[in-house]
């Protein structure tokens, strides 16, 4: 598979997610959709609950949809098989959680050349890219520091570098700002921001936070399993 490098609107087009508790039926997303142009920043906002993880991982290619398509440009996303997916997610996608999921034994900088290494991208790059990427949010003096070793919020700005490593076109993020104060939260969700806007790339944001949502260009909630804007 090639992926394509231009400009695409990315779409999530009637949504479908259900789960089973025994014999009791979970709709979690009933038909939910969303068109995303390069350099948007949208807001995904909902109760805990809501299905806005669930949205994320369809979204992101880590769960299929029973219903309803993930496109990218002209490509069917969620029709791609298990390798391609995988192939997708590597240079398409970039995926920050609530927790950063940092390696503890790696350093900052390794932790940031690790999905390009896993690429295939040649170590001395590799290594270039992800020093230009941490001395971009404020870390160049900590490129050697382990995880134990950063705060709460230089963790998850390694996190979003480490997002950014491979050049995605599509940036993902569920509840990036949840384990942090408020004033750090505001720092590093105004980064976000700024990346989708610098690197033109699409950008599904979650958080429960209505000062953060305000920040984006627009705002969805899901409601009902269906997105609503606004």
């Not at 695409?8 to 014999?23: A, N, S």
């Not at 949809?65 to 098989?81: F, H, I, N, Q, T």
């Not at 390009?116 to 790059?125: D, H, K, M, N, S």
């Not at 919020?153 to 480490?162: D, H, K, N, S």
Request: a neutral charge.
């Amino acid at each position: 598979m090639t992926m394509a490098r231009e400009a695409e609107t990315f779409v999530l087009d009637g949504i479908v997610r259900t789960f089973w508790q025994g014999e009791r039926r979970l709709d979690v997303l009933g038909g939910a959709s969303i068109a995303l142009k390069p350099g948007e920043c949208v807001a995904l906002v909902g109760p805990s609950g809501a299905g806005k993880s669930t949205l994320l991982h369809v979204a992101g290619l880590l769960d299929r949809p029973d219903a309803g398509e993930v496109r990218y440009g002209a490509m069917k996303l969620s029709a791609l098989d298990d390798g391609e997916r995988t192939r997708a997610r590597r240079w398409l996608l970039g995926f920050v959680y609530q927790y950063h999921h940092l390696l503890p034994e790696f350093s900052a900088l390794e932790n940031v050349m690790l999905p390009q290494l896993i690429a295939g991208v040649p170590r001395t790059e590799a290594r270039r890219v992800a020093a230009d990427l941490l001395d971009r949010f404020g870390l160049a003096a900590r490129l050697n520091h382990r995880p134990g070793r950063l705060s709460g919020g230089e963790q998850q700005r390694v996190a979003i570098a480490r997002a950014l490593a491979n050049r995605p076109k599509i940036l993902l993020a569920d509840e990036p700002t949840g384990n942090l104060d408020q004033g750090t939260a505001d720092i590093v969700f105004g980064e976000l921001v700024a990346a989708a806007k610098r690197d033109n790339l699409a950008a599904l944001l979650a958080t429960h936070n209505e000062v953060l949502a305000a920040r984006a260009d627009r705002r969805v909630q899901l409601q009902n399993g269906v997105l609503v804007e606004g």
